[in-house]
């Protein structure tokens, strides 16, 4: 009897374990997620004409995009399919086509960051990097909570 209940507790000691794992994966997704909208928060409003254009901001901006982009493709581990994710099951299902959706992003953002010299290159190259997130929300996120 004592050793089923060892055996009951080092299992539930397991379990918590693996739980705290994906809740720490799926945070790391969130805040790479979060780094994505971070980035593209500044040239967005000088996109619209809310902010005045300041090309160092937006080669910062362009940089985080690429670095999240590479970064992104590891954590979409199967240990982070469940919990507190708006991540859709297909992200985890096509995994080769979720990634080549980053692929495309970050080399959207590497391209636009030569491309980018003054306001108007940068109102030209900006939707091109931009236009790659919709999509794949589209296709692999839970939309939003209609508030
Ligand atoms: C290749 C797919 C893909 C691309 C490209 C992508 N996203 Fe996402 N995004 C996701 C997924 C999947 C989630 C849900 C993550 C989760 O909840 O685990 C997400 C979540 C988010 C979130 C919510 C993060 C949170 O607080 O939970 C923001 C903000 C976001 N994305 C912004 C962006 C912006 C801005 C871009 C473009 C610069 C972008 N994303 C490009 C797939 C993508």
Known sequence: ???????????????????AQNAAGITA??????????AAKGPGGMAKGDAPFELPKVQASLKTIQD??????????DDTK????????A??????DLFARFDKIGAAAKAAAGAIKDE???????????SNCGGCHKDYRKPPAKK
């Open 1 to 19: 009897m004592l050793r089923v209940v060892a055996v009951l507790a080092a299992l539930a000691i397991g379990a918590t374990a693996v739980w």
């Open 29 to 38: 997704r969130k805040d790479a997620m979060k780094a994505f909208g971070g």
């Open 68 to 77: 999240t982009a590479a970064k992104a493709k590891g954590l979409f581990g």
């Open 82 to 89: 469940a919990g507190e994710t708006d991540a859709l099951p």
């Open 91 to 96: 992200a985890f299902e096509k995994r080769p």
């Open 120 to 130: 108007a290159s940068f109102k030209t190259e900006w939707p091109k990097v931009v």
